[in-house]
């Protein structure tokens, strides 16, 4: 059926049924949806598609650990500067070898200094 067809109450109860509470509706929405099977059958699938995204809500999301970084480097690319940004893992991964190096150095420089003492 044409949408320049279709009863009025249908036309301007779309909105209506997308909001998905009853209660919004007036009386008259209801006795029409009561008795009009198209507006039912939209009123179904809307219920349908807030069931499936109160679902998704629950769902837990895996996030990407470099996706801040590489939403930042595309904003200075859009801003039209030089990204000068290092992801969050491979500084924490430089910080690391730093750290275990720094350790290294104080190991073997204890030794050195036992070693002349002797």
């Known amino acids: 059926m044409r949408s320049d067809r279709l009863h009025p109450h249908c036309r301007d109860l779309t909105e209506d049924l997308a909001a998905g509470d009853d209660v919004v509706l007036s009386a008259d929405a ?35 650990p470099s996706l801040e970084h590489d939403i930042l480097v595309a904003l200075d690319a859009v801003d039209g500067r030089p990204s000068l940004r290092v992801p969050g893992y491979a500084a924490a991964a ?18 050195r200094g036992g070693r002349l003492a002797v």
């Open 30 to 64: 209801r006795t029409h949806v009561a008795e009009c099977l198209r507006c039912q059958a939209e009123l179904a699938n809307f219920r349908r598609l807030r069931r499936s995204m109160r679902a998704l809500a629950d769902a837990p999301v895996p996030v990407d």
């Open 94 to 111: 430089v910080g690391g070898l730093a750290a275990a190096a720094g350790v290294i150095a104080l190991a073997t420089r204890g030794r």
